[in-house]
């Protein structure tokens, strides 16, 4: 049981590039959730998805794009990189089910450096 | 939408004392409130959590409070041990069932450091 898993683990971008972030979870949790963590910012949440094909705008969502095609998938696009973008990415899934189980598993975060 | 704050930023305890980190938030309908310790270079991991219609929960040497009336919750770390040092975040979240969109929205966190 892999939990939530974050592909890739580190990446360098250049100003203007492209690129996504993915996020599994074997666990069939129903929400998923990108955070962006920076120094003394704490985790500020992104885009969030409630399930399948749905998403949602979070606290700082500008220059970011998510999509949940698949339940076990939540991916997270950069369309055009920037250094305001260094970060280090974590995403995160909780059940939802009707149990009300709210514990948020983690992934092992992305360091993304835009340069 | 929800906000929530966070103090101290840091905290330095010597082991033994005890540790306390107090959050407000601003969103009323928020019933939910779980704190996640974050090692260095590890992910966050729940440690203990609250709901509205809970006023005190206790877990070994940790303990969180919630005043509902003043809006904010606290996490209380008795005992403290070397192993305690961690950044710590509280969280505040409105636990509702699939029809409604359940954010979680994290304080900045707490950096906690237990000298030995």
């Known amino acids: 049981n892999a939990g939530v898993t974050q592909t890739p683990k580190f990446r360098v971008l250049k100003t203007g590039q492209s690129m996504t972030l993915l996020c599994a979870q074997d666990?069939?949790?129903?929400?998923m959730y990108w955070y962006r963590q920076d120094p003394g910012m704490g985790l500020r949440l992104i885009h969030y998805?409630?399930?399948?094909?749905?998403?949602a705008k979070g606290e700082v969502p500008d220059g970011y794009n998510v999509s949940r095609l698949k339940k076990q998938n939540f991916l997270l696009g950069l369309e055009s990189a920037a250094p305001s973008q260094t970060s280090v990415y974590f995403c995160a899934s909780i059940d939802g089910g009707p149990l009300l189980n709210t514990e948020a598993f983690f992934g092992q975060g992305t360091r993304l450096t835009v340069v | 939408g929800e906000n929530v704050e966070q103090h101290p930023s840091t905290l330095s305890v010597q082991e033994g004392d005890s540790a306390v980190i107090k959050c407000t938030y601003s969103d009323s309908a928020s019933n939910y409130f779980p704190w996640y310790k974050q090692e260095l270079g590890k992910r966050p991991q729940l440690i203990i959590d609250i709901r509205s219609n809970v006023g005190e929960k206790k877990d070994q040497r940790i303990a969180v409070t919630l005043n509902k009336t003043a809006k904010h919750f606290s996490l209380h770390i008795t005992e403290t041990q070397p192993e305690d040092s961690a950044v710590y975040f509280c969280a505040a979240s409105i636990d509702v069932m699939k029809t409604s969109y359940d954010k979680v929205i994290f304080g900045p966190g707490t950096s906690l450091s237990v000298i030995p």
């Open positions: 998805s409630v399930g399948e094909g749905t998403t």
């Open positions: 666990m069939n949790h129903e929400y």
